[in-house]
């Protein structure tokens, strides 16, 4: 059973920094994409980042790029996200879903149960 | 960017009535070379996480049931719900993985009537 369970949200100021994790069991992580998607308060769903299975390419929102940066450790199967410079607008629930294959993008057939990334003074 | 627009925003169907959600790219996203659209539905309940229902524009994702089921091609799709019912109560959205960034449609909210 393919499982993806999220950790290291919380509660951060504007301009702190986040690094959130996803441990990944159940398939061969190292063989399929990951990507991060989040929804924010009263809004709908919003791609964030992907990463290809060894980690070389990597892919961002512009909303995020430059603050955000997507990587993986196939040998912990874990996925993460580092944010960095948090704004207020980047408040949302973080997803950590699998692709369906290797290929980015791709539709994306599981999904964690979120983590809350809350970004206030 | 490919901008997804859904109609309507949300909707309220009485129980064992079909539901129709409408979903439009702003730019074609059939990949003609292998004849595959590529676009996605996903079903979202509150608490939950999403789940997706239908890939390639019309198949439907193991164990998802037969009521729902995808159709269209290049740039206007439509999912329906055949009949529904009390579990189905949730946010539709539509996505397109034709190119990067993936984009998601707005959402549409159904709800009994």
């Known amino acids: 059973e393919v499982q993806l369970l999220e950790s290291g949200g919380g509660l951060v100021q504007p301009g702190e920094s986040l690094r959130l994790s996803c441990a990944a069991s159940g398939f061969t992580f190292n063989t399929y994409a990951m990507s991060w998607v989040r929804q924010t308060p009263g809004e709908g769903l919003e791609w964030v980042s992907s990463i290809s299975t060894g980690g070389a390419s990597t892919y961002y929102a512009d909303s995020v790029k430059g603050r955000f940066t997507i990587s993986r450790d196939n040998s912990k199967n874990t996925l993460y996200l580092q944010m960095n410079s948090l704004r207020a607008e980047d408040t949302a629930v973080y997803y950590c879903a699998k692709d369906q294959t290797w290929e980015v993008p791709h539709y994306l057939n599981y999904w964690g149960q979120g983590t809350l990334v809350t970004v206030s003074s | 960017d490919i901008v997804m627009t859904q109609s309507p925003d949300s909707l309220a169907v009485s129980l064992g009535e079909r539901a129709t959600i409408n979903c439009k790219s702003s730019r074609s996203v059939l990949y003609s070379s292998y004849n595959k659209n590529y676009l996605a539905w996903y079903q979202h309940k509150p608490g939950q996480p999403p789940k997706l229902l239908i890939y390639?524009?019309?198949t439907r994702e193991s164990g998802v049931p037969d009521r729902f089921s995808g159709s269209g091609s290049g740039t206007d799709f439509t999912l329906t719900i055949s009949s529904l019912q009390a579990e189905d109560v949730a946010v539709y959205y539509c996505?397109?993985?034709?190119?990067?960034?993936?984009?998601f449609g707005q959402g549409t909210k159904v709800e009994i009537k």
């Open positions: 996505q397109q993985y034709f190119n990067t960034p993936q984009t």
């Open positions: 390639w524009a019309s």
